[in-house]
């Protein structure tokens, strides 16, 4: 069977930061209700700190921005307060906003301060969790030794205290770290830990760790070979979540959904990534959609729906641009708290020694210590206004970047509409005069016999000679509609074996009436006997565009050849003429969009719009195609196809 895990090792890092801090989640919403109505009453700071962070623990799976409004505002309160107990749990809840976000460096920095603080008052329970999390941040960055000698710290201080409800979550943090190990009894003994982390948390009815347990023996089931029952213990744990308005566990289930279908080449696995997106962006968590989006925009683009694809490419720069907000903002408030602490070990510090210098010298020191205060209340007011200044002068040189950035792209497009814009005139230029001129003669025509001006006998030649002429003008067109077509997303190429003399032989005849005004001889070699895969209607196209030219350029009485080579597996055809040859200032871009707005030279009117959309067949028929002059005189066209099988029939 697949492996799953590799579609989801960033959100299945993030499913973990979870389980550190949910309990029961029946009632999620009641809850949040009493959490607000609670948070209005309370009197006491402390409790009212640590209403601030219940809620953000609430809010942690069904609604991210209003977790981290809370685990900011918990912070900022409980450091005014130096309520250490608070700190410690709004900063580790911060680390989970940032993990969720996803911003890993800022998750480890909130994490690392906890556990300093859980340390600092012995709060064991806390500082395992942080290790759990520091763990898992190192499994991350693929550092498994750290990650796991983090686990096994944590795993002793939980066996120290006797806590079991932490032991549950520690236990599910060592199968995620060794759930991957190639080791047999490595791989058992993490399945032993998930099983006992299972037990535990119906044990202590903790719903929210049931569901996430549930989901990571769902992992078990599929690698053990029993799909359908991993799928159907998926499908129940979205269920609930969706009823219980725990949008992260519902997009976390789609994931793994989403995972197995596309491993199975099945094709309802894009309705499980659409799912997916739906309850990420109720919830908060786009930034964890970034690979699901790019999938559905290829999807998106495979199918033709460019307007579900511009829709996903509007989220993806959505998610660059949140990405940026969350990395200043948490710099911002990371740089704000670490700046207060350390202003605040120094107030320590200086209340300590004045304390001992008022126990020396008692009231004679007062003006030392006044001025002592205000030097204090100086450097905070000239700390912050530098902190001010460089956020300033932060976003002041980002904005300019952006600016910059956005003013180029804007350029580059205007630059192509403009060339878009030439390009497509000149097609319509093209047409209009193509068909004009023989339409025009068919009226001067009928004019000169209605008037008498010309017998029946020469109007008849004249007539034959338009005839020719319309039928040139309507391959052409048919030439440029089946180049149209190409265009369109959809396209199949389905070649088949034409040998290059018959190919050439018809295109002759259908210019025969030029190369007979001109006295033009046309010799197709014999080595010209060759079979190539091409579509037979883009093929002729590209042969009667380059005999046309050559007999266009060619002076009366002079001569064209058609030859052909075989290199391996591909053909060669080359048509040369005798006559002025390329402008050496065109020949570089003959065959580009940009040059038919300034080429001038060997190309007539239209002809370079031609060569573009032979260029275009050729490079279709996985062919290429270039032009040269000859050392004496004239110029040379050629192209290279794949060569066709001797075995193959060719033909029209």
């Given at each position: 069977m697949f492996e799953?895990?590799?579609?989801?090792?960033?959100?299945?890092?993030?499913?973990?930061?979870?389980?550190?801090?949910?309990?029961?989640?029946?009632?999620?919403?009641?809850?949040?209700?009493?959490?607000?109505?609670?948070?209005?009453?309370?009197?006491?700071?402390?409790?009212?700190?640590?209403?601030?962070?219940?809620?953000?623990?609430?809010?942690?799976?069904?609604?991210?921005?209003?977790?981290?409004?809370?685990?900011?505002?918990?912070?900022?309160?409980?450091?005014?307060?130096?309520?250490?107990?608070?700190?410690?749990?709004?900063?580790?809840?911060?680390?989970?906003?940032?993990?969720?976000?996803?911003?890993?460096?800022?998750?480890?920095?909130?994490?690392?301060?906890?556990?300093?603080?859980?340390?600092?008052?012995?709060?064991?329970?806390?500082?395992?969790?942080?290790?759990?999390?520091?763990?898992?941040?190192?499994?991350?960055?693929?550092?498994?030794?750290?990650?796991?000698?983090?686990?096994?710290?944590?795993?002793?201080?939980?066996?120290?205290?006797?806590?079991?409800?932490?032991?549950?979550?520690?236990?599910?943090?060592?199968?995620?770290?060794?759930?991957?190990?190639?080791?047999?009894?490595?791989?058992?003994?993490?399945?032993?830990?998930?099983?006992?982390?299972?037990?535990?948390?119906?044990?202590?009815?903790?719903?929210?760790?049931?569901?996430?347990?549930?989901?990571?023996?769902?992992?078990?089931?599929?690698?053990?070979?029993?799909?359908?029952?991993?799928?159907?213990?998926?499908?129940?744990?979205?269920?609930?979540?969706?009823?219980?308005?725990?949008?992260?566990?519902?997009?976390?289930?789609?994931?793994?959904?989403?995972?197995?279908?596309?491993?199975?080449?099945?094709?309802?696995?894009?309705?499980?990534?659409?799912?997916?997106?739906?309850?990420?962006?109720?919830?908060?968590?786009?930034?964890?959609?970034?690979?699901?989006?790019?999938?559905?925009?290829?999807?998106?683009?495979?199918?033709?729906?460019?307007?579900?694809?511009?829709?996903?490419?509007?989220?993806?720069?959505?998610?660059?641009?949140?990405?940026?907000?969350?990395?200043?903002?948490?710099?911002?408030?990371?740089?704000?708290?670490?700046?207060?602490?350390?202003?605040?070990?120094?107030?320590?510090?200086?209340?300590?020694?004045?304390?001992?210098?008022?126990?020396?010298?008692?009231?004679?020191?007062?003006?030392?210590?006044?001025?002592?205060?205000?030097?204090?209340?100086?450097?905070?007011l000239l700390t912050s206004l530098l902190i001010h200044v460089f956020q300033a002068y932060r976003m002041s040189r980002s904005n300019s970047r952006k600016l910059a950035f956005m003013q180029r792209e804007l350029e580059q497009s205007t630059a192509q509409m403009r060339v878009n814009d030439d390009f497509k005139n000149k097609l319509i230029s093209l047409i209009a005069h193509d068909f004009r001129s023989p339409l025009n003669n068919i009226i001067s025509i009928s004019s000169f016999v209605k008037d008498e001006a010309i017998s029946l006998d020469d109007a008849k030649d004249m007539i034959q000679q338009v005839d020719n002429r319309a039928r040139n003008t309507l391959q052409v067109f048919d030439g440029i509609l089946r180049w149209m077509k190409t265009q369109l997303t959809g396209f199949s190429y389905q070649p088949k074996p034409y040998v290059i003399k018959d190919l050439m032989t018809i295109s002759a005849n259908n210019i025969q009436h030029l190369l007979t005004d001109k006295n033009l001889q046309l010799v197709i070699d014999e080595s010209t006997d060759l079979p190539v895969y091409a579509d037979f209607e883009m093929l002729q196209f590209v042969n009667r565009n380059l005999l046309h030219n050559a007999t266009k350029y060619s002076a009366s009485g002079k001569k064209i050849t058609v030859t052909a080579t075989r290199n391996e597996n591909m053909v060669t055809v080359v048509i040369t003429d005798e006559g002025s040859g390329i402008d050496p200032a065109v020949l570089p871009g003959l065959f580009s969009v940009e040059q038919t707005t300034t080429a001038k030279g060997r190309k007539g009117k239209g002809a370079g719009i031609a060569l573009i959309i032979c260029k275009d067949f050729i490079e279709k028929m996985n062919g290429t195609i270039g032009a040269e002059n000859n050392e004496d005189k004239g110029a040379r066209f050629f192209y290279s196809l794949p060569w066709a099988t001797m075995n193959q029939d060719a033909g029209n």
């Open positions: 799953l895990f590799p579609y989801l090792k960033k959100t299945s890092l993030v499913l973990l930061f979870l389980l550190f801090f949910f309990q029961d989640s029946r009632g999620q919403q009641a809850e949040i209700v009493r959490a607000k109505a609670l948070l209005q009453q309370v009197k006491d700071s402390a409790s009212y700190v640590d209403v601030l962070n219940r809620l953000t623990v609430l809010y942690q799976a069904c609604q991210l921005d209003s977790c981290g409004h809370y685990a900011n505002q918990a912070m900022e309160v409980a450091t005014r307060l130096h309520y250490s107990t608070g700190l410690t749990i709004a900063l580790k809840n911060l680390g989970s906003y940032y993990a969720f976000k996803p911003n890993r460096y800022l998750s480890y920095l909130f994490y690392n301060e906890s556990l300093a603080n859980a340390r600092e008052t012995d709060d064991l329970s806390n500082e395992a969790i942080n290790l759990m999390n520091i763990g898992i941040y190192h499994q991350y960055l693929g550092h498994s030794a750290e990650a796991v000698k983090m686990a096994d710290t944590a795993m002793a201080i939980v066996n120290k205290s006797g806590n079991d409800s932490i032991r549950a979550l520690v236990l599910a943090n060592y199968y995620s770290i060794h759930r991957n190990d190639t080791a047999l009894s490595a791989h058992m003994a993490a399945v032993a830990a998930l099983e006992e982390a299972a037990v535990l948390a119906v044990k202590y009815d903790d719903y929210r760790q049931i569901l996430y347990t549930r989901l990571f023996k769902a992992h078990e089931l599929q690698r053990s070979g029993q799909l359908q029952d991993a799928i159907s213990v998926i499908h129940e744990v979205v269920d609930s979540s969706k009823s219980s308005g725990l949008n992260y566990l519902v997009v976390y289930g789609d994931f793994m959904l989403a995972a197995y279908k596309s491993a199975l080449k099945q094709p309802d696995s894009i309705r499980y990534s659409r799912e997916a997106l739906e309850y990420a962006l109720k919830g908060g968590y786009l930034g964890l959609m970034r690979p699901t989006l790019m999938t559905l925009y290829r999807n998106s683009m495979d199918n033709g729906d460019t307007s579900r694809a511009d829709y996903y490419a509007g989220l993806l720069w959505t998610i660059l641009q949140q990405e940026r907000a969350v990395q200043q903002a948490g710099a911002t408030i990371y740089m704000n708290f670490a700046s207060a602490d350390r202003q605040l070990d120094s107030m320590r510090m200086q209340h300590a020694h004045q304390h001992r210098l008022l126990e020396k010298k008692s009231l004679e020191n007062i003006y030392w210590r006044y001025l002592l205060i205000f030097l204090l209340a100086v450097l905070i």
